[in-house]
């Protein structure tokens, strides 16, 4: 899809911050995060949504949703995390994603984007 930002990410015509790449799978850490660690993974296939996108590409992410989320835990030090997919009206890009938003017990002051993505790649 040209006009579709998560696709110009994947394509490198937009730089983004890289944790993980598979054939098939893209996580970056959000431009904008809520916290350290806020991440997002992407299909390198353009979906729309939970019911356009692949079965398989689907456990794919969700196996790639585990480990980064077990990374993130021991690397950010985080109490834990919430997963986010959102379809519809709520979905903000229309390219099928999920977040990964670590959660912190006390609030932690929002590092440089860089200094998170060298503790997690």
Do not use: W
Request: aromatic share 8%.
């Amino acid at each position: 899809m040209e006009n579709c930002i998560f696709c110009k990410i994947i394509d490198n015509v937009i730089p983004s911050y890289k944790i993980y790449e598979d054939d098939n799978v893209l996580a970056f850490l959000d431009i904008n995060p809520a916290v350290n660690g806020h991440t997002l993974i992407i299909p390198k296939k353009h979906y729309t949504d939970l019911q356009d996108i692949d079965a398989n590409v689907l456990a794919n992410i969700f196996d790639v949703a585990k480990t980064l989320s077990m990374r993130i835990t021991e690397r950010l030090n985080c109490d834990g995390y919430t997963i986010i997919q959102n379809n519809g009206s709520p979905q903000e890009i229309k390219h099928f994603h999920i977040h990964i938003r670590p959660f912190y017990s006390l609030e932690e002051e929002l590092l440089p984007i860089e200094e998170i993505e060298k503790v997690l790649i």
